[in-house]
């Protein structure tokens, strides 16, 4: 079977989930919690912009992929928040774990609705075709976007 972009997909999601595990068992205020977190904001970061772009904006194209693509565009917003705030927090102090089991749960809520629903929808809405296309266009999008995010 050729590389679809669910393939793409589910394999930053694994990336997100075990990084997301090691920063909240991270220790405070120390550089490996200031580390994870940075690279797990690019990660979120590189992935919602690559998925927008080539599962989303192909969605949105079909009357049966709309209300699922609000839906993950409000999610994904909620999340830019969840991390704004996180950023601003004290990586040593209590507010800041409080802060990023909200950002964990949210973003776990989120994959998993995405696995289990959006990408079925999709399913249905692209063609096999274009489901490989869209795999290369993601990969070489999450890429170059990591490569924006680090240069920052
Ligand atoms: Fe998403
Ligand atoms: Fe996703």
Redesign the pocket.
């Given at each position: 079977m050729a590389d679809t972009i669910y393939d793409a997909?589910r394999e930053?999601?694994e990336i997100q989930r075990s990084l997301l595990r090691k920063l909240l068992r991270s220790k405070p205020g120390t550089r490996e919690r200031i580390d994870l977190f940075t690279q797990t904001r690019r990660e979120l970061e590189a992935?919602e912009a690559a998925?927008e772009r080539f599962l989303y904006a192909p969605m949105l194209m079909d009357d049966m992929g709309l209300s699922s693509t609000r839906h993950a565009l409000h999610e994904h917003h909620e999340i830019d928040e969840l991390v704004e705030d996180l950023q601003g927090l004290d990586p040593a102090g209590e507010a800041w774990i409080d802060k990023a089991k909200e950002l964990s749960h949210e973003v776990h809520h989120h994959?998993r609705e995405?696995e289990k629903k959006f990408f079925q929808v999709s399913g249905k809405v692209l063609s096999q075709t274009q489901k490989v296309q869209l795999a290369k266009k993601y990969r070489n999008d999450y890429a170059r976007m990591h490569r924006v995010l680090a240069a920052e």
């Amino acid at each position: 079977m050729a590389d679809t972009i669910y393939d793409a997909l589910r394999e930053s999601h694994e990336i997100q989930r075990s990084l997301l595990r090691k920063l909240l068992r991270s220790k405070p205020g120390t550089r490996e919690r200031i580390d994870l977190f940075t690279q797990t904001r690019r990660e979120l970061e590189a992935h919602e912009a690559a998925e927008e772009r080539f599962l989303y904006a192909p969605m949105l194209m079909d009357d049966m992929g709309l209300s699922s693509t609000r839906h993950a565009l409000h999610e994904h917003h909620e999340i830019d928040e969840l991390v704004e705030d996180l950023q601003g927090l004290d990586p040593a102090g209590e507010a800041w774990i409080d802060k990023a089991k909200e950002l964990s749960h949210e973003v776990h809520h989120h994959l998993r609705e995405e696995e289990k629903k959006f990408f079925q929808v999709s399913g249905k809405v692209l063609s096999q075709t274009q489901k490989v296309q869209l795999a290369k266009k993601y990969r070489n999008d999450y890429a170059r976007m990591h490569r924006v995010l680090a240069a920052e």
